[in-house]
């Protein structure tokens, strides 16, 4: 049976980190470019079937939603400006879409509303902390494109309890979030393991990580990713550990209203060429630069050879905008939530299919 030992009282401070991105510039053009490319066919069929991309260009700017304030994923800095992995990934669809990846609106949206805002169309994309679940995909009229973050639900709690696993919690105040799927994850894993606890349901993220530094509880439970941010904000966070018990799948995308295939296509590859600029070593100063790699795939990704952009309604450079902007998938990992970041999460299951050890991002071709 769990019992509580003694703990120091815990002071809330949110601690908001702040990295600085470099000037951005505007990507030089690559030797064979020669502008846009002359439609091809199913270029405008494609575009005007797809309303929220004709919408997107005729407003000039992408409506994003994300996190209302999660350190290393979505978050304002002390400047007013958005910063982190969920924010970078929005850039990067303004810059495929746009040309510019400062021609967005980001819309702070909590958990009860993030998916109502995709269906009304107050937001024209979500890259938020949202699981891909058969329910979400079946009955809730959204639509994900793919995964950015492979995570999964775990356990914070105080070091001074000397807790090694998450079995060692039976009978414990748990804070979670309610109406999540963290809450019901949580009921099936003690249910599985025949284990008491006390759940101390909380509206929402923030007030469930309120809680837990109030001591209301003794152990907070989310996804690893929002745990290690959750940390962040403590007044000790060197006295607070995450047990290494992981306890489900919460694999993380962006999601688009269901009906506009052609926009959730957009928003797929160009999460894709960002997982491909990593494979293919094509870096956000490869994609600034003036110079044409020699690779084939770098080549069909910057949009030297081909014409993949216009498959899309985009233009030929729409990769290699987006790559130019906040880099590939490596570069916007590790500058928000890896190691050169506070939260200094390890990439695991986010590393390259190819990696040592491998992960699994797994991009997929571009011919």
């Known amino acids: 049976m769990f019992r509580r030992k003694a703990s120091l009282p815990l002071l809330l401070s949110v601690v908001i980190g702040v990295s600085a991105c470099g000037e951005r510039r505007d990507a030089a053009p690559l030797p064979g470019e020669d502008g846009d490319a002359a ?12 309303p929220t991309l004709a919408r997107v260009k005729r407003r000039g700017r992408l409506n994003c939603g994300v996190h209302e304030g999660l350190v290393g994923f979505a ?14 990934f929005c850039r990067a669809v303004a810059a495929a879409v746009l040309g510019d990846p400062d021609a967005v609106r980001f819309v702070p949206l909590n958990n009860r509303d993030r998916l109502a805002a995709v269906q009304s169309g107050r937001v024209d994309v979500l890259w938020r902390n949202t699981s891909w679940t058969m329910t979400r995909d079946a009955s809730a009229g959204v639509a994900f494109a793919g995964v950015n973050y492979y995570d999964g639900q775990g356990f914070l709690v105080r070091r001074s309890l000397n807790l090694t696993s998450a079995a060692e919690l039976s009978g414990a105040r748990i804070c979670v ?3 999540s799927t963290s809450q019901l994850n949580l009921a099936d894993w003690f249910r ?49 550990a995450i047990l290494p018990d992981v306890i489900s799948k919460e694999p993380l995308g962006p999601v688009t209203a269901r009906g506009d295939e052609g926009w959730t296509t957009v928003i797929r590859w160009t999460l894709n060429a960002l997982i491909l600029g990593e494979e293919l070593g094509v870096t956000q100063a490869v994609a600034r630069g003036r110079e044409a790699p020699r690779d084939p795939g770098a080549r069909r990704l910057l949009g030297v050879d081909g014409e993949f952009g216009p498959m899309l ?25 890896g190691s050169d970041s506070p939260l200094d999460l390890a990439r695991g299951l986010n590393a390259q299919w190819n990696a040592e050890p491998g992960g699994l991002l797994y991009a997929l071709p571009i011919r």
């Open 313 to 337: 309604g985009l233009d030929r450079a729409w990769a290699r905008n987006a790559l130019a902007a906040v880099g590939h998938y490596g570069e916007i990992f590790e500058r928000n939530v």
């Open 39 to 50: 439609p091809i066919a199913g270029q405008r069929t494609l575009e005007q079937s797809s």
């Open 192 to 240: 599985v393991r025949g284990l008491a606890y006390e759940a101390v349901v909380m509206p929402g993220e923030e007030e469930a990580r309120e809680a837990y530094a109030r001591e209301d509880c003794d152990a907070f439970t989310a996804d690893v990713s929002a745990l290690a941010a959750a940390r962040t904000t403590l007044a000790n966070p060197e006295q607070h």
């Open 75 to 88: 978050y304002t800095d002390n400047r007013g400006d958005w910063r982190g992995f969920d924010v970078d």
């Open 177 to 179: 979030q309610g109406a």
